[in-house]
């Protein structure tokens, strides 16, 4: 077994002519935004800037090829084998015939960058999946996998009982994983893994393509799950690996993995010798000037550049729009102590609904040239359960209802005045629309108090840190969230952000919990009826917004990008992140 890289890939490199139209190999290519990321480690990594620098250092079960047109899903969010070798059917004996054994062959010849080189196999599978719920920095999207695998819910609540008074150091995280097992999960030998599931679940190729599955090599047991050490001993069975990784994520080094073959990728390439991605708070007309002029040329994060703007010269290609996101929503801090645990007054969050002028919001988001619209409830356009006409806090031409919202803040004994502690993002598109937010909320009586955050910090250290939301870190906050799927995707607006998950790591911001909503969401998922299964959808998303733990604001297009520099080829999207794929980009000039 070769452990360098394919023949192709080598004589490319050594500067074998093309032929016209032909990929180049090599060159440099250059990341510039506000971006940062919130994680590293795949057992916590969530967020879409995150996501483009792991598509090239991690493989996943399942993934979704590149695209250049993401506007249709039934083609361009059907997941494809990836580490996987195929997609089990009942038929070639993959799923069973109640559907809910799922046996995962891999494929062989995937090798880790370790010392010395060695084959990704099932055992790695299962300890990615052992390290989900970890105590230090665990899954943003645990439910997806403690409602669906057999045992998960069992071994997420034995993990966190196991560390309530111990101290989770390496080597007790890695006993724990080693001595537990989850039912529904197992290495039948090394290249085959099996799930048995609670019921059928027909998105299970969906959530097995999420970044959550990526394998873990038994060296990560050696380090606290996503630690600045873990961050700069990271593995890739991927095209590209990490060579450098500043303190806090300013400048990040990928080069091209020496071991990885194409032949055992369908889904990625190794076209450029290095990737390199540094932060950079320039204003967008001046981003565009350096990716014209050749300095840079990709940006890295939604709000760096207009997104749906092609450069000037090129050929504008259709508009590609794969659903709608909740982008952006107000999350209350449920937990914080701040003025009199204000936040935990349902009267206060429904005066700040009532406050919003979403159509000013979506004005400023306008400068980004995507559709949006305001939005009543917490599924968005285009995704199961939503409804046109619901919206349980109407307000006139969704401008506000200032009287409305002044008399429950009164009600709520805060007549006097309130002040709460906002989390912002120093990105000026979010700083814009928490100064709209806070323009709504002064005129009844509400003061924002900023708190800063970098674009990593915002969501790494802040909103997934229940520590910090106990500590009253923050009162409210403006995130956004596109859903990991489109097509049939009723719980992924739902799961994730409501579905009781307390941790670290969680999207849940706010620690919103409540059984009804928890009883419902399995109610949906057991649902066989897809039109009953919708209503349920639906009946969850009633049940959320009559507790209010957030305000929906916009539904906002999931864009993608289109603006990048002059010598970048081949600019094709990952489809649930929407960023270019960097792994399928070559250089012209490859310099």
């Given amino acids: 077994m070769t452990n360098t890289a394919s023949e192709s890939t080598r004589e490319r490199a050594a500067g074998t002519p093309a032929r016209p139209g032909d990929p180049r190999y090599g060159g440099t290519l250059r990341l510039r935004g506000p971006g940062g990321v919130d994680h590293i480690d795949t057992a916590s990594a969530y967020y879409a800037t995150s996501a483009q620098i792991l598509r090239a250092l991690t493989r996943h079960l399942f993934a979704y090829p590149a695209q250049d047109d993401l506007s249709a899903p039934d083609r361009s969010f059907i997941p494809e084998p990836d580490l996987a070798a195929e997609v089990p059917t009942v038929e070639n004996g993959g799923i069973s015939a109640d559907l809910r054994t799922y046996t995962i062959r891999l494929r062989e010849g995937v090798l880790w960058d370790s010392a010395p080189p060695r084959e990704v196999t099932a055992h790695d599978v299962v300890r990615a999946f052992k390290r989900l719920p970890n105590p230090v920095s665990g899954a943003g999207a645990l439910p997806y996998f403690t409602t669906t695998i057999e045992g998960m819910r069992e071994y997420c609540d034995a993990y966190r009982a196991a560390f309530e008074e111990v101290d989770p150091t390496p080597k007790a995280l890695a006993e724990f994983q080693d001595t537990h097992d989850i039912a529904g999960l197992r290495a039948l030998d090394d290249h085959t893994v099996e799930f048995r599931l609670r019921r059928p679940a027909n998105d299970m190729l969906n959530i097995l393509a999420t970044g959550f599955t990526a394998p873990a090599p038994a060296e990560y047991d050696a380090h606290l799950p996503d630690s600045m050490e873990f961050r700069r001993s990271t593995l890739s069975c991927a095209p590209y690996r990490l060579v450098q990784y500043a303190e806090h994520g300013e400048r990040i080094v990928m080069e091209r993995n020496p071991v990885w073959r194409k032949e055992t990728d369908p889904i990625r390439n190794q076209y450029v010798e290095r990737i390199e991605i540094e932060v950079d708070t320039s204003p967008v007309p001046e981003m565009e000037r350096r990716m014209d002029a050749g300095e840079v040329d990709l940006a890295w994060s939604y709000t760096a550049v207009s997104w749906d703007r092609p450069k000037p010269g090129q050929d504008a290609p259709a508009r590609s729009y794969p659903g709608f996101a909740l982008n952006p929503y107000i999350v209350f801090n449920l937990r914080s102590p701040n003025a009199g645990r204000a936040t935990s007054d349902r009267r206060v969050r429904e005066a700040i609904a009532y406050a919003l002028d979403k159509v000013a919001i979506g004005e400023i988001l306008d400068a980004l040239d995507a559709p ?150 399995e109610r949906a998922l057991e649902e066989p009826d897809p039109a009953a299964a919708e209503e349920l959808w639906h009946a969850v998303d009633a049940r959320i917004m009559a507790d209010l733990p957030v305000v929906p604001i916009l539904s906002f297009a999931a864009m993608t990008s289109r603006y990048h520099g002059s010598r970048v080829r081949n600019p094709v999207h990952v489809p649930q992140i929407q960023f270019f794929d960097i792994t399928n980009i070559w250089l012209d000039p490859a310099t």
């Fill in 372 to 521: 949006n619209r305001p939005l009543g409830s917490i599924i968005p356009v285009g995704s199961i359960g939503h409804r046109d006409d619901f919206d349980p806090y109407p307000t006139p031409g969704s401008r506000g209802d200032l009287e409305k919202a002044r008399a429950l803040l009164v009600e709520a004994g805060y007549g006097d005045g309130l002040t709460l502690i906002a989390a912002v993002r120093r990105i000026g598109i979010h700083q814009k629309v928490m100064a709209c937010v806070e323009a709504s909320l002064e005129r009844i009586g509400i003061t924002l108090d900023y708190r800063y955050f970098s674009q990593a910090e915002y969501y790494g250290s802040a909103l997934s840190n229940p520590a910090a939301g106990r500590a009253g870190a923050w009162d409210i906050a403006e995130p956004g969230f596109t859903p990991d799927w489109f097509g049939n995707n009723g719980r992924v607006i739902v799961q994730p952000l409501f579905q009781t998950n307390d941790v670290p790591g969680t999207t849940n911001y706010g620690g919103y919990s409540n059984p009804e909503v928890d009883e419902l969401i």
